[in-house]
T-cell receptor, first 112, second 113 residues
Framework: DAKTTQPNSMESNEEEPVHLPCNHSTISGTDYIHWYRQLPSQGPEYVIH???SNVNNRMASLAIAEDRKSSTLILHRATLRDAAVYYCILRAYNTNAGKSTFGDGTTLTVKP | KAGVTQTPRYLIKTRGQQVTLSCSPISGHRSVSWYQQTPGQGLQFLFE???????NKGNFPGRFSGRQFSNSRSEMNVSTLELGDSALYLCASSPGLNYNEQFFGPGTRLTVL
């Protein structure tokens, strides 16, 4: 499975934008880029996903490099509730690849 | 809709015992995946079930097994427990295979003494 690389930790101030990077240089053409986050004492929560084009939803934006070897999750205005571990994962689109390979994730700390 | 539920939430076992964990997916979801989360190894995929059939399996020994019932509920079993099996076991469901979003349950915290 293609792997992802993320920084171990990042800090942000409340109400400022946060850019969380992810490298996936071995991504294949059928891999979707997904982001999940895990708040303390909870299971992971879906944030956003994309294939080639940048994506926006109510939670965040996903910017995907033209060569697809990296992506950035953008939280436009960080709140204290956004403090979590953020996982960037690749999920292949074919019938026998439902499993997801989670990396170590980035621990985001949001300072008031 | 109710979310993914896992039972029990906490479990303490001793080495050599076996354990069964249960997962009830969101109503209408047919795919269930299991993950093990430990501080040292992070979140690791165990297996995925769809329509009562195991579709994918991670790199875990045969002591880890699972099954899915016709109502999509799933169980995983760990036999001959080892200290290293202490972990948070997470279940995730999605409407089908290759669906874009997985919905995770709160997990079962297993402690092996």
């Amino acid at each position: 499975d293609a792997k992802t690389t993320q920084p171990n930790s990042m800090e942000s101030n409340e109400e400022e934008p946060v850019h969380l990077p992810c490298n996936h240089s071995t991504i294949s053409g059928t891999d979707y880029i997904h982001w999940y986050r895990q708040l303390p004492s909870q299971g992971p929560e879906y944030v956003i996903h994309g294939l080639t084009s940048n994506v926006n939803n109510r939670m965040a934006s996903l910017a995907i490099a033209e060569d697809r070897k990296s992506s950035t999750l953008i939280l436009h205005r960080a709140t204290l509730r956004d403090a979590a571990v953020y996982y960037c994962i690749l999920r292949a689109y074919n019938t026998n690849a439902g499993k997801s390979t989670f990396g170590d994730g980035t621990t985001l700390t949001v300072k008031p | 809709k109710a979310g993914v539920t896992q039972t029990p939430r906490y479990l303490i076992k001793t080495r050599g015992q076996q354990v069964t964990l249960s997962c009830s997916p969101i109503s209408g979801h047919r795919s269930v995946s299991w993950y093990q989360q430990t501080p040292g190894q992070g979140l690791q995929f165990l297996f995925e079930y769809f329509s009562e059939t195991q579709r994918n399996k991670g790199n875990f020994p045969g002591r880890f097994s699972g099954r899915q019932f016709s109502n999509s509920r799933s169980e995983m079993n760990v036999s001959t427990l080892e200290l290293g099996d202490s972990a948070l076991y997470l279940c995730a469901s999605s409407p089908g295979l290759n669906y874009n979003e997985q919905f995770f349950g709160p997990g079962t915290r297993l402690t092996v003494l």
